[in-house]
């Protein structure tokens, strides 16, 4: 096979060999001939023939070259009359063919076909030559060269490089190109073939009643496998489905008629707010057929202007109990579990968290409880986000269901926006774009808009707003009222955005139609797989929606922890999920074992299982446990002390409940509290910050307890002038906080400590947590969120709850006295006598 191509007034003669398997494959010619040409009387005629072999040149007698000319298939890249005309007078047949031109220039042939070849400045080049444009593109953007990944799976696409060269311009507009930033379409279902009618049900005609009137008449397809598989006969399910594919009605499927018959139907969620959420649900749906609702999630105590206090209600005459993992877990550690009797059915929503490494094996040791003490009580499983369900079905003996197919179609586009000016343009675009359309069902398109840090949620939310754009920033700082009244104006479609940290995902249930990540950070780390996918799982409910949207903005250049955000982006879309595992260090094993005893769900040796999971023996950690003094072993039976009953029930590790023992003589209740559980979401507020970052012309964190924060705040004597207010609010914390004669100051615990301190001084005055917010904003300019120091002092009722329990269980009853009172001032806000 020979190509011949004009290049000047010399035809190059290029063989490459046998014809087969030479479409579009790159190859070197075995030799180069050049053939000059002259005009005669009988046409053109081969002047002059050259081998050229490396640098060696080698005259060669034309004849030569018309015999090679005859043997082989001969390709034109191109019209060219003068070559047809020689070739013509010689009677040698030839054929045109697409030959890449960037090979011909580097010394190659490639012959393309149209399939596998793209024009480019009105040239065809072959796919490894596009490959290399695109390449040499993302080289001179400055760009991640993993996303070379991506533009390669859009040429493949699109069949089109200089499209895609466009997403390199300067002034390409993703919105104007949807195609060039689209990554991926997850399409819906079609529907169900057969589907299972309400009607048809083998349920109480009260119960359909209620299911007709919110609207669902016939079964969605997960709901329909589980009818299938045994969900109304108890067959204990794993439910492995998208998010808002109908899981959470498959547990009231079962549920509720076992309520209607006696049996009790309990809902577990991860979250407070969730298991609020579902309490007033179910409340409001199954009081009109007598069932009674009631709540357990053992928080939110403190009284507190704006926050949601809910109070555990009576659930000893309950037919529906809604509660948190740890709610009814401390039923089961206190050895009430009788309270629970007749239980029927439980089910375990967002059952991923087990892969959680503070609540998974707690979770993890929960179930395993409710198991052996209710062994006749159908267990549903729920979560959207499971790697590996066969493993976590197997390990619960619980029959798995899949579906994959999402309620609405996703599309999953990729930009990527130079600086922060341009993604902030982006964002207002899309969602404006977003909010103008509007669904088959009526509703707007509305916006999720996640970042990492609650800084840039107001920042972003603020930069919206003076666009024009009716957006609210979302984070757990902020007080309940206030979260619940953004909440209620993002279902009434007043806002068209929300901005929120990545971190309170698994709680927003905003119905979003477009989600948007701009940064792909969570607080100081990357997101995970599993997180990215629950995120992303938010954009478009059936119920409103015709389709999701998702819009991925990792900034070129943007790096964290030796990664590149755009790196991280094309890792998230082609990474399938992490697998959930529960992950046991030493103190959690003898933590879970103390709670199965103080349960009575382990009451002999012999009951003990060896779980390859711990990282120590069950012998082992009765050993530990009997050091303590927490458990007694008795010819065989296993009785926890007075102080086990105390520990397990205030879920603390052995080495926690030691120190509070310890310190009990030595210390008030209050000092061990603190000494625990000091405040840390403290931030210098956006004024003394930036005035600092300009003065100084360096960059450092916010976070007020950051070594670079201290570092700087500490050094009073170097400091530039600020504004007045400002550096009296400096001078403010160095005095009041940064006082001490530590050898590590300011790098020492004092700080931290002594802003606590102060917190709950003011907490014992009787102020409310939005007052202490005001007072340390107008006195030390640092932002303490009024939400934030709220569920501090809760957390820290639950430790003077704990060290209240081990001074009566140590017969130290001036400490259970003072424990008592502090509780009061507390949780009250009442001053302390």
């Given at each position: 096979m020979i190509v011949l191509n004009r290049k000047k007034r010399i035809i190059e003669?290029?063989?490459?060999?046998?014809?087969?398997?030479?479409?579009?494959?790159?190859?070197?010619?075995?030799?180069?001939?050049?053939?000059?040409?002259?005009?005669?009387?009988?046409?053109?005629?081969?002047?002059?023939?050259?081998?050229?072999?490396?640098?060696?040149?080698?005259?060669?007698p034309p004849a030569e070259a018309i015999k090679l000319l005859r043997k082989q298939l001969i390709f034109l890249p191109?019209?060219?009359?003068?070559?047809?005309?020689?070739?013509?007078?010689?009677?040698?047949?030839?054929?045109?063919?697409?030959?890449?031109?960037?090979?011909?220039?580097?010394?190659?042939?490639?012959?393309?076909?149209?399939?596998?070849?793209?024009?480019?400045?009105?040239?065809?080049?072959?796919?490894?030559?596009?490959?290399?444009?695109?390449?040499?593109?993302?080289?001179?953007?400055?760009?991640?060269?993993?996303?070379?990944?991506?533009?390669?799976?859009?040429?493949?696409?699109?069949?089109?490089?200089?499209?895609?060269?466009?997403?390199?311009?300067p002034r390409f507009d993703p919105l104007k190109n949807p195609n060039l930033t689209l990554f991926d379409k997850i399409t819906s279902s079609t529907g169900e073939k057969n589907p299972i009618f309400v009607d048809e049900l083998q349920i109480p005609q009260r119960f359909k009643t209620i299911l007709k009137k919110h609207g669902n008449r016939k079964l969605l397809p997960v709901q329909k496998l589980a009818i299938e598989e045994g969900l109304l006969e108890g067959e204990d399910l794993l439910i492995v489905s998208a998010t808002a594919s109908g899981k959470t009605l498959i547990g009231e499927?079962?549920?509720?008629?076992?309520?209607?018959?006696?049996?009790?139907?309990?809902?577990?969620?991860?979250?407070?707010?969730?298991?609020?959420?579902?309490?007033?649900?179910?409340?409001?749906?199954?009081?009109?057929?007598?069932?009674?609702?009631?709540?357990?999630?053992?928080?939110?105590?403190?009284?507190a202007r704006g926050e949601l206090v809910i109070p555990d209600t009576d659930i000893k005459g309950a037919d529906i109990i809604v509660g948190t993992y740890e709610g009814i877990d401390f039923i089961l550690r206190s050895n009430k579990s009788n309270i629970l009797k007749e239980l029927g059915v439980v089910v375990i929503d967002e059952i991923h968290t087990l892969d959680d490494e503070e609540r998974g094996s707690r979770l993890n040791g929960m179930i395993s409880r409710l198991k052996r003490i209710f062994p006749e009580a159908q267990i549903i499983a729920l979560s959207a986000t499971i790697d590996n369900p066969k493993e976590i079905a197997s390990e619960f003996n619980l029959k798995l269901i899949e579906y994959d197919k999402r309620p609405v179609t996703l599309e999953r586009h990729l930009a990527f926006p130079r600086n922060e000016e341009e993604k902030k343009d982006l964002i207002t675009r899309l969602t404006t774009r977003e909010f103008k359309n509007i669904s088959n069902k009526g509703f707007h398109g509305q916006s999720i808009i996640f970042t990492n840090s609650r800084r840039k949620t107001r920042l972003i939310a603020d930069y919206l707003q003076r666009r024009g754009i009716k957006a609210e920033a979302y984070h757990a700082g902020l007080p309940y009222r206030q979260r619940r009244k953004i909440e209620k104006k993002f279902a009434s479609q007043q806002l068209a955005a929300v901005v929120t940290t990545a971190a309170l995902a698994a709680g927003v249930d905003f119905p979003a139609s477009q989600v948007i990540f701009e940064t792909l950070l969570m607080g100081n780390r990357w997101i995970t797989p599993n997180e990215f996918s629950q995120m992303l799982?938010?954009?478009?409910?059936?119920?409103?929606?015709?389709?999701?949207?998702?819009?991925?903005?990792p900034e070129v250049g943007m790096s964290f922890d030796g990664e590149t955000e755009e790196s991280k982006a094309i890792e998230l879309l082609e990474t399938s999920l992490d697998p959930v595992n529960v992950y046991y260090t030493k103190e959690d094993v003898t933590e879970q074992l103390l709670a199965d005893i103080s349960s009575g769900a382990i009451k002999n040796i012999k009951d003990l299982e060896e779980k390859p999971t711990w990282p120590i023996s069950p012998k082992e950690a009765l050993e530990i446990l009997e050091s303590y003094g927490l458990i007694i072993e008795d010819d065989g039976r296993l009785k926890v002390t007075d102080y086990g009953m105390a520990v397990s029930k205030s879920f603390l590790k052995c080495e926690e409940a030691d120190y509070i023992k310890e310190n009990l003589d030595s210390m008030n209740p209050l000092e061990i509290a603190l000494s625990m559980e000091?405040?840390?979401?403290?931030?210098?507020?956006?004024?003394?910050?930036?005035?600092?970052?300009?003065?100084?012309?360096?960059?450092?964190?916010?976070?007020?307890?950051a070594d670079s924060t201290l570092d700087i705040i500490s050094n009073g004597d170097n400091i530039i002038k600020l504004d007045e207010k400002l550096q009296e609010a400096l001078i403010n914390i160095?005095?009041?906080?940064?006082?001490?004669?530590?050898?590590?100051?300011?790098?020492?615990?004092?700080?931290?400590?002594?802003?606590?301190?102060?917190?709950?001084?003011?907490?014992?005055?009787?102020?409310?947590?939005?007052?202490?917010s005001r007072l340390l904003l107008k006195r030390y300019q640092i932002q303490a969120y009024s939400g934030d120091i709220f569920n501090w002092l809760d957390s820290l009722l639950r430790i003077l709850e704990s060290i209240k329990r081990i001074a009566s269980a140590s017969q130290k009853h001036d400490k259970v006295k003072e424990s008592s009172i502090i509780l009061q001032a507390i949780e009250t806000g009442e001053k302390c006598p």
């Open positions: 003669l290029l063989p490459i060999g046998k014809a087969k398997g030479a479409l579009n494959s790159r190859r070197r010619p075995l030799f180069q001939g050049h053939i000059r040409l002259t005009r005669t009387s009988k046409g053109p005629r081969i002047k002059r023939f050259i081998i050229k072999k490396g640098k060696k040149e080698k005259p060669t191109r019209k060219d009359k003068e070559i047809e005309e020689f070739l013509e007078s010689l009677n040698i047949k030839n054929r045109y063919a697409r030959i890449c031109q960037h090979c011909l220039l580097e010394g190659y042939v490639t012959i393309i076909t149209p399939r596998s070849s793209f024009q480019y400045n009105k040239q065809w080049i072959c796919k490894q030559c596009a490959d290399e444009v695109i390449k040499r593109e993302i080289k001179y953007n400055r760009m991640d060269k993993t996303t070379f990944k991506n533009f390669k799976r859009l040429l493949q696409r699109t069949k089109d490089l200089e499209k895609v060269l466009k997403v390199f311009e499927l079962a549920g509720i008629p076992k309520a209607l018959e006696g049996k009790r139907f309990m809902f577990l969620t991860p979250l407070v707010a969730l298991a609020n959420q579902k309490y007033h649900d179910f409340k409001s749906k199954y009081e009109k057929i007598g069932l009674k609702t009631a709540i357990k999630v053992g928080m939110n105590r403190v009284k799982g938010r954009a478009g409910r059936p119920s409103y929606h015709d389709r999701g949207i998702v819009y991925l903005l000091p405040f840390e979401n403290a931030y210098l507020s956006n004024r003394l910050h930036n005035q600092l970052t300009h003065r100084l012309k360096v960059k450092f964190s916010n976070k007020l307890f160095q005095i009041d906080f940064l006082s001490c004669e530590c050898k590590e100051r300011p790098f020492c615990d004092c700080i931290q400590d002594k802003l606590s301190e102060y917190i709950v001084k003011m907490r014992l005055r009787g102020k409310d947590p939005a007052d202490i």
